[in-house]
Nanobody, 121 residues
């Protein structure tokens, strides 16, 4: 079993930045891929970024390329999501997740509790 704990959410004005953190209880084959998802009010959850800690491979949804950056510290079992130039439409609950096999959004099986990001206009 893997526990994922997110932190770093908050309320920020449009144009600001946030860095979200995800601490994994351990890295195993179940956490070969680490991802960030978000769910806005009334919308389906969407994947935004993924990283494979062992190889530093990254993948981003087209909607966030250029503003979101996923990074990691393998020594701390931690993954970050840097969000720049925040927009009101970025308001959502952001979830950290882990997958065994790929960055395909449907492969993620472990989930954190989520952290709220609210962007004011």
């Amino acid at each position: 079993q893997v526990q994922l704990v997110e932190s770093g959410g908050g309320s920020v004005p449009a144009g600001g930045s946030l860095r979200l953190s995800c601490a994994a209880s351990r890295y195993t084959y179940s956490t070969d891929y680490m991802g960030w998802f978000r769910q806005a009010p009334g919308k389906e959850r969407e994947g935004v970024a993924c990283v494979r800690p062992r190889t530093f491979y990254t993948y981003y949804a087209d909607s966030v390329k250029g503003r979101f950056t996923i990074s990691q510290d393998n020594s701390k079992n931690t993954v970050w999501l840097q969000i720049d130039s925040l927009k009101p439409e970025d308001t959502a609950i952001y979830y950290c997740a882990a997958a065994k096999t790929s960055c395909a959004w449907g492969d993620f099986t472990y989930w954190g509790q989520g952290t709220q990001v609210t962007v004011s206009s």
